[in-house]
């Protein structure tokens, strides 16, 4: 199969969607995005890459960034991280609390809110300079040097971050934070904040599909964490429906709520997509029904 | 590699775990069983068996009946199961009724007894006789014709079943079983009760590993909707250890509480593992080491 | 004060409000009554009484019941049945699962319908027939040999009975009831389904105003268990609305899905009203407003 | 009856219970408290005060400070604040978020903390120095005019304040605080610490007890606000023991986890205990021995 043509047939299937759905609102950054956007990109991992539609423009990858966090936490300090954060579903919506008080502070998995202020936590202790920390594995992976944090986007988030502020302090109260929780929160909203287009995400995430191998060969993770990774992607990586995104795309993926969402075909490719329309469970509408469609034209699924 | 091999390497390194656990004490005949068995087989798609271990002992398929049942709704009814039953993981234990009461009576997953009753209605209205609709599905499958309900299995689980009762009145409440709820528990029951061994059980699941094709060559499932089931399998398998499950041994599986698991190699094959000791959450911890072991040296991973 | 002039008064300033709010219309013989009725009565601890408007029509008096099922349980039984039963109000609907799931099958108070199930099957242990006992109960204290149950709205409830159903199998599951879930529930639903006046109710309650005291003079509570019957009224008696109730009203008081509430002024009198159209709590629009403006006018409260 | 005998012999029964229960040790200013003390004070509307044991040893007062912020909320600002509170009991434990999420950020009673903090919030809107608007009314109610904070108990409570500070972001998520969280937490904070004796809790407390009337005979609260938070002490004031302790006391009361409760008898007067052993619902262990002691003997109740 073309995979160029491939990507500019779902370019044009996905039009009739654009514009559908709610573009998140919670800071005006997010909320002024033209929301009829719409890009795609696959990372080979031989390296080669086939984009289309809007896949240069920079978009906030928001919860996309926990991947990379807890992969270089994993990196770094290895499985002590699984004592602070458990690896299962949530069932319910991304920023609750309800779990984490009937579960002693111990958030559900890495990818709700509190499992990810816990990874980010975990990485001020490591490296210090968490945000930077990812920042830089982004640079290197997608060869974008231009990489960075969108200060207003980040400014913006910390205005409106009530809900995350609560779980942050909500965390500390059963011990589960190492630095002061306002440090753990300037680190968090950071890497957030962090913008890139569709061709940077697939390349910067190619590690996923390469076993844990860098752009330059050398291991980022073993064959093992990788794996595992993709494990907790395809269980916890899109809110409240990663059932129902296993169901229909069949890879592991992550999404977050600038729309962006990266998927992995494990040993083959990194597919990226972004739409800023996002469906009820807060995951790009157009952005899911073009992964569907790729999986479903291409044969690539995991089952 | 040679599997056979592998399969008695296995067998010895989880003699350790044997006894181990908590064997299922609800009813008698599930409590009276030996623990310290342990069983194990592959089935390639081809049709190969390798089985090592107490691999022709029959036992309790209990929960792992639920996937056939499903597959059986699938082939004969169509996608219309999905309006009454949800596919995310549900957070809560099997047979909770906590999230069926805030999502008005739609069960989380067929794999919880909820969904399952569901199931076993539809089951139920489409066939007339579900159980024996399931029972034979294994024995042309696996062909084994002597597998069969265990009658005193059966009898026993109505005299205990008053959780299941509360939870098909739950559904019948909301307007979500279709038929009587004193016939949908008995079919439901019926359906549990079957018992079968390693071989019989991974010999019965391949048309999982093999697009939906029958072991006679027809398709019971299209090759999507095989792949759905194990995305369901894989994201709701297991109980609240999903994420665990997908994490350690990276395969679509559905365990029982008679301490069966069936896991799926998509394309490739099906390993049937068997062991009565449960961990804490209600899989086999023998089997679950076998599984974990059985994909760590042999690379077969989804991820 | 002139009391009948103040029930009149009462009768006249709550006609606005007769048609508002919903009738309970889950079987029919409830929805198919003229929701425009409004009955009051006092009826002194001396046994005077004072009615006016629809205060001689009878009602389903459906909750209301399980005052008095409670007061023959603790009258023959004494205090055993509070292990099995909670005193806490709840903060959930009153056919709520979830807090009878995560306090392992210990309904939180008698009045929610778990509690009651586990009332009846007590009362049905001690008396044989449960429904008759209160059933003459409640004519000797009122004086009507008449007072019965309206065998169609038995037989409705029994046939839309899932939910009493489940919560009495999940009460069953936990090993909290003595009889078989089918003598509970008809039990339960016979006892719900007796029907009277106003005057009647406010007469057959006059022992909660009188410290135990039947209508003859002998004893049928002690004191001090009718003061914590009372006491129980004013947390628990108005589904999740106890505490809204007790801040307008002032007294204790248990309503019912038939529109009909009975108040209590310790040591004074009983005060019953009645109107079919509900408020969102479930308790009835009218016979709250009337309640309060009864106790605004007299100065009666317990605060 | 005599009451100062009484509260002697009550003194005396209760050293037995002196030392059990478990005394708050969130902060080491509570937990280094003489748990073996235990006084009581009766104050009558009149103003005759009997005390007996340790009545004249100040304690820190805690969540008894949320009835007399509420009151001052109430005398300021009239009944808009139940706009944003509820007064219903809340089934969870004090400090719970579970119910606030579920119910969009309106606490569940202005005594659980997230509703203390929002009238907080509103006394602080209204006199600039909330705590200082307490500290006076008790100082004045008293006419004690050494009553004031604990510097060090509000400072190690601040360093201890995770779970507040996140009730507060969670509130203020939902748009339900109208100050900076660190003001409001501050004054929560400040008034919490204040300490004072059973005697000076007592008569501090009168006004609830007659008809809102202050000691200087100035109304503090109508008639109506006064039986209103009385009702809502009774439903809510103690923890999720509100039906236990209205089932054993019978009378409205507000407990502290500094040991203290201070109970009315409407029309009559206030009865303050204190013993620093908790029981496991976090009210005085023999305080509410006392308290039932007292009822039982005097014939006291509003019941």
């Known amino acids: 199969m073309d995979i160029q043509n491939l990507l500019d047939d779902i370019v044009a299937s996905v039009q009739p969607l654009l514009g559908q759905?709610?573009?998140?609102?919670?800071?005006?950054?997010?909320?002024?995005?033209?929301?009829?956007?719409?890009?795609?990109?696959?990372?080979?991992?031989?390296?080669?890459v086939y984009s289309s539609g809007d896949a240069d423009v920079p978009f906030s990858i928001q919860?996309?960034?926990?991947?990379?966090?807890?992969?270089?936490?994993?990196?770094?300090?290895?499985?002590?991280?699984?004592?602070?954060?458990?690896?299962e579903p949530s069932g319910n919506p991304f920023n609750s609390l309800v779990q984490l008080e009937s579960e002693d502070g111990i958030p559900r998995n890495p990818f709700i809110n509190a499992g990810a202020l816990?990874?980010?936590?975990?990485?001020?202790?490591?490296?210090?300079?968490p945000a930077s920390a990812v920042r830089e594995l982004l640079r290197q992976e997608s060869g974008n040097p231009r990489i960075d944090a969108d200060a207003d986007v980040a400014?913006?988030?910390?205005?409106?971050?009530?809900?995350?502020t609560s779980l942050a302090h909500f965390l500390a109260s059963y011990g589960n934070l190492e630095n002061p929780v306002e440090e753990v929160l300037e680190a968090y909203v950071k890497q957030c904040a962090l913008a890139m287009s569709c061709t940077d995400l697939a390349l910067a995430g190619r590690f996923l599909?390469?076993?844990?191998?860098?752009?330059?060969?050398?291991?980022?993770?073993?064959?093992?964490?990788?794996?595992?990774i993709n494990?907790?992607?395809?269980?916890?990586?899109?809110?409240?429906?990663?059932?129902?995104?296993?169901y229909r795309v069949g890879l592991p993926g992550k999404s977050g709520v600038g729309g962006g969402i990266v998927a992995v075909v494990p040993e083959h490719c990194t597919i990226s997509v972004w739409s800023p329309g996002l469906g009820r469970s807060g995951n790009s509408l157009a952005g899911v029904a073009a992964l569907d469609e790729f999986t479903t034209r291409t044969g690539l699924s995991i089952f």
């Open 231 to 246: 494990a907790v992607m395809l269980t916890c990586g899109t809110y409240d429906a990663a059932g129902e995104f296993a």
């Open 155 to 164: 400014a913006s988030e910390l205005l409106h971050s009530h809900r995350n």
């Open 21 to 48: 759905g709610e573009v998140a609102d919670y800071i005006p950054q997010l909320a002024s995005v033209n929301a009829k956007q719409f890009g795609i990109s696959v990372a080979m991992r031989s390296g080669e």
């Open 209 to 228: 599909a390469a076993n844990g191998a860098r752009a330059d060969g050398t291991p980022l993770l073993s064959r093992s964490q990788t794996k595992r």
């Open 63 to 87: 919860s996309i960034s926990k991947v990379f966090a807890l992969a270089l936490v994993l990196a770094r300090d290895g499985d002590s991280i699984w004592k602070r954060v458990f690896r």
């Open 118 to 129: 816990v990874v980010a936590d975990r990485l001020l202790s490591v490296t210090g300079h």
